[in-house]
Nanobody, 128 residues
Framework: QLQLVESGGGLVQPGGSLRLSCTTS????????IGWFRQAPGKDYEGVSC????????YYADSVKGRFTISRDFAGNAVYLQMNNLKPEDTAVYYC?????????????????????WGQGTQVTVSS
C-alpha cells in the first residue's frame, strides 16, 4: 500500500518561505496524480495545489497563485510544494495525497475525486 510522508513544515514569519516534501517508500509515485491539501483549525480541507501523473499539468487554488509552486521529481520519487510570501492565513496542517485513478488536477484539488492515499500531515504556522 502506498504510504506518503510529508516533511518541511514549521514556524515562519509572514513573508517567509517553506518547502514541503512528500515522499514514499516502496511504491513509486509515478502514475499517481498528487495534491497538496490543507486544513486550518475549524475549517474544511482545501486543495492547495495538484500536479498530474504524467504531463506536468498543475492546478493552484486562487489563494496561493503566484506564491506557491508544486513540482515533482519522478526520479527521486517525491513531490514538493515551494511556499513563498507566506501569510498568517496559510497556517494549517498540510497533507499530500495521491490518487491512482488519474483525475484531472482540477478534479483532484477541488476534491471532486477524493484521493485514495493520504500522508500524516505537517504543521505550517505563519506568525510573527
Amino acid at each position: 500500500q502506498l504510504q506518503l510522508v510529508e516533511s518541511g513544515g514549521g514556524l515562519v514569519q509572514p513573508g517567509g518561505s517553506l518547502r514541503l516534501s512528500c515522499t514514499t517508500s516502496g511504491f513509486p509515485l509515478n502514475g499517481y496524480s498528487i495534491g497538496w491539501f490543507r486544513q486550518a483549525p475549524g475549517k474544511d480541507y482545501e486543495g492547495v495545489s495538484c500536479v498530474s501523473h504524467n504531463d506536468g499539468r498543475t492546478y493552484y487554488a486562487d489563494s496561493v497563485k503566484g506564491r506557491f509552486t508544486i513540482s515533482r521529481d519522478f526520479a527521486g520519487n517525491a513531490v514538493y510544494l515551494q511556499m513563498n510570501n507566506l501569510k498568517p492565513e496559510d497556517t494549517a496542517v498540510y497533507y499530500c495525497a495521491a490518487d491512482p485513478s488519474r483525475p484531472t488536477v482540477q478534479n483532484l484539488c477541488l476534491m471532486n475525486e477524493y484521493p485514495d492515499y493520504w500522508g500524516q500531515g505537517t504543521q505550517v504556522t505563519v506568525s510573527s
